[in-house]
């Protein structure tokens, strides 16, 4: 039987498995928003990005909380620091997924993707779900190889952001400026947004190993 | 007379106040390194950042030794949050510096920088040294008032990287893509460096205080 304090660590680790379901529905219709430049779906992203606001709040509160009124120690101490990081790497996924929602809101009802580049944006957004999907078992199950694997899974996406920067740069491009800048937001958006989903793996070996990855190399 | 413990609470003070410099000074020799096309001052900005990295690493040990050696309650706990995330922002505006200076590394020996934009630049370079410069001050002073003054500062970097886009887009804009793509990510950098700026100020208040200003309104 569990006392109410380790109850308060397990609600800390449902709550972050909770923000990456939410940020990972956001990057999933913000992708969508995107490609079928579709208003209301975007408009859905950038007003529910609230709620991962407020869920990352209460986690904040209830760290300090955990922290006022007891003494954690070695895991219990871990799991406190890397929430706090986790938190703030999901919260932060969540402004990224709102910002590719904007880029499709500000060309509506124009698309902001033109054609030769949609292929790459409909796999940058897979690549994101799979590493937020990932991040999220990995905070649930605690396993360390498979918070590994999303280093792999991040080296696909920096493959397909500097994909992107061939096709805008390529002398063939016609659609001039206003596109390229998009893109060019948006592939940082989605690149950054992997790299969170990268730290908050490598916050669950810290926790679970002890252990720290410098952030240093995700660039 | 302090205590070991105290000492070590100082310490972690002294270890932002310097990295705040670090990253002061990086985003400084970028500007120019960008503008001027210089080449050694690119990669010696590229090649410092591992020192503010380093720094930021001492900081996280002694964070995790604190807090499993003692137990910090109130204001000391705060310090102790406040610096893990301090330090963690310092470090993204570290490499954000970084990122400019490998735009500028990339195009040498030409510049990634067309005459309309320098002046732009050159200002986003003046607002982000301020920005650091005061947050520095605030960490070393606790100074809650300095610190609600930086939202001020990063409207003005708010609004220099709206403009950049009017002159990306205009009809009149004569140089192409590359250039746009160019402007279009050392825009989003300095922008980015002013964010991390403005959070490290809100954890000084959030350490004095103890009320937190929520992130989710930095974009």
Do not use: N
Request: glycine share 4%; charged share 30%; aromatic share 4%.
């Amino acid at each position: 039987m569990r006392d109410a304090y380790h109850e308060e660590l397990a609600a800390l680790t449902g709550r972050l498995v909770e923000m990456t379901r939410l940020v990972r529905s956001a990057i999933s219709r913000a992708t969508t928003a995107l490609l079928d430049s579709d208003l209301q779906l975007a408009e859905s992203v950038i007003s529910r990005d609230e709620e991962v606001d407020r869920i990352f709040a209460e986690i904040e509160i209830s760290i300090f909380d955990l922290m006022a009124r007891q003494q954690p120690v070695a895991v219990d101490l871990r799991m406190i620091i890397a929430a706090l990081r986790m938190g703030t790497d999901l919260e932060r996924m969540g402004d990224l997924a709102e910002h590719v929602a904007k880029v499709a809101r500000l060309r509506h009802p124009e698309s902001a993707i033109p054609p030769e580049i949609r292929s790459t944006i409909v796999e940058m957004g897979q690549i994101a779900e799979r590493l937020v999907t990932k991040a999220g078992s990995c905070i649930a199950s605690r396993d360390v190889d498979a918070a590994l694997e999303l280093e792999g899974d991040d080296d696909a996406m920096d493959r397909l952001h500097r994909r992107l920067f061939t096709v805008l740069m390529a002398d063939d491009w016609k659609y001039g400026v206003e596109p390229a800048v998009d893109v060019t937001l948006v592939g940082r958006y989605y690149e950054r947004y992997a790299d969170h989903a990268v730290r908050v793996a490598r916050d669950v070996v810290y926790l679970v190993t002890g252990s720290r990855t410098p952030d240093a190399d995700i660039v």
